[in-house]
């Protein structure tokens, strides 16, 4: 091989790696971003484990179903999916908007009541929330560090807490068999209450860096609220509505 033509090698081998190296430069790198990134949309599926408690003006709504029906708070348990959007302030703190939907659904039956024919006195209930709310969201860690200035690395676990307020729609369905107790008489018929209240959610959870552009999310949050019954519901006081959200997803940002 002659000077001429190993020089000539030398040039190819160096444009192409200055080409491959400006691809890569191009695409953000394998590990990192040109800049840190302002947004983040999450989707997540989980759990929502209601409080179901008493009501502070006598016994609450919840108190009557598990009295007279065949009803523990945990079948009031649903799965749970979140969206979320968060808009990063600083290094530290991020701005969140973010809705979630639970839902459960059971038969039950009177605990200490049956029909004529020996037969259960039967009801479906459904139970479904769905809070929607603005907050924050604190890092106790740096979230990642600069390279120059082209260049920024994630870190891999990133732990968070946050706090969220804002509005909470609920629904609580019986349709089934009922008794009248004043004749006792066994009647078929539904009850129907739907409404909103104000909302407070504490969360906490763990981010997993996965590659530049996604990570693993886990969270747990615990909601306080509570929203006035329907008139097929009277003489109850505002149902309790506060509970425990764990969920785990994906989230990507940009």
């Known amino acids: ?52 408690g008493s009501g502070n003006g006598g016994p609450s709504l919840w108190d009557d179903t598990r009295e007279f029906f065949t009803v523990e708070t945990s079948d009031f348990a649903g799965p749970l999916m979140v969206g979320e959007v968060a ?15 639970h839902s459960a659904s059971f038969n039950s039956e009177y605990r200490e009541w049956v029909g004529d024919d020996d037969l259960p006195i039967a009801q479906h209930t459904t139970f479904s929330t769905t809070p929607v709310t603005l907050g924050v969201r604190a890092y106790p860690l740096v979230r990642g560090r600069s390279v ?9 676990f990133n732990p968070f807490v946050g706090i969220a307020g804002g509005i909470v729609r609920y629904r609580y369905e019986q349709r089934g068999e009922f008794i009248d107790y004043e004749t006792y008489d066994i009647y078929r018929d539904g009850f129907l209450s739907r409404g909103r209240g104000g909302t407070l959610h504490f969360s906490g959870g763990l981010e997993v860096s996965v590659n530049r552009h996604l ?19 009277v003489g109850f006081p505002d149902l309790d509505l506060a509970g425990l959200h764990l969920s785990a997803g994906l989230t990507a940002r940009f």
């Open 87 to 101: 808009v990063r302030l600083n290094e530290a703190l991020d701005l969140t908007v973010g809705i979630s939907h």
């Open 1 to 52: 091989m002659t000077i001429r033509s190993i020089g000539l090698a030398a040039c190819v081998a160096l444009a192409g790696s200055f080409g491959a190296e400006r691809a890569a430069a191009q695409s953000g790198g394998d590990g990192f971003l040109f800049q840190q990134p302002r947004v983040s949309f999450s989707f997540r599926a989980g759990l929502s484990v209601p409080r179901a």
């Open 148 to 156: 120059g200035r082209l260049a920024w690395i994630p870190r891999v």
């Open 215 to 233: 990570m693993l999310v886990g969270e747990a949050k615990y909601g306080f609220g509570s929203g006035p019954l329907s008139r097929d519901f």
